[in-house]
């Protein structure tokens, strides 16, 4: 099941995707490892305290998280990670998108496709997060527009494989497929 969680900056998409996992948890009634997929690089101070606001929210959850750190790697981590009992959590998609465009000899074209098929065959829970950043104005810079398009087209791909797609807005879901 891929579960993806889309919204604005501060629209309370990561809290909804981390009360879905409980959910799943409760509704199955079990122990699952939840894996926490963490694609932020810390590069400066002010990213250093987003960092640290997630992982305080996360330690007050009833979820004993296990945080995989992908900055890059987030294709392969999923593969690895492919069971029918795990739920995965990965958080968040455009600054994973942003890594990979910022990556010296990257071809995102092919990252893009691979990612593509580690989730069509992935076999538990997934649950996507990402911002939306398509509601804005156009970028003026080159760098931005790329960035916004390529983000754009990312979506509507995983929208179209995705059991659930879920846009967040003021904290509150709009369910807009499944």
């Known amino acids: ?93 455009t600054l994973w998108l942003s890594n990979q465009l910022f990556h010296a000899n990257n071809n995102w074209q092919q990252v893009k496709s691979e990612f593509l098929k580690a989730l069509s065959q992935h076999t538990g829970t997934l649950i996507l997060v990402s911002n939306e950043v398509g509601c804005g104005i156009v970028p003026m810079g080159e760098v931005s527009r790329r960035f916004v398009d390529e983000a754009g087209w990312l979506h509507q791909d995983i929208a179209a494989i995705a059991d659930k797609v879920t846009l967040v807005t003021a904290g509150l879901p709009l369910h807009l497929k499944g």
């Open 1 to 93: 099941m891929i579960h993806f969680v889309l919204g604005g900056a501060r629209s309370g998409k990561s809290s909804y995707a981390e009360s879905q996992v409980l959910h799943h948890m409760t509704a199955a009634d079990s122990v699952k490892p939840c894996l926490y997929f963490a694609t932020a690089e810390a590069l400066d101070s002010e990213m250093q305290q987003r960092i640290l606001h997630h992982q305080a929210q996360r330690q007050t959850d009833a979820i004993a998280w296990q945080t995989i750190e992908c900055p890059l790697e987030l294709t392969q981590a999923i593969e690895l990670h492919s069971t029918n009992d795990s739920v995965i959590l990965v958080d968040c998609l």
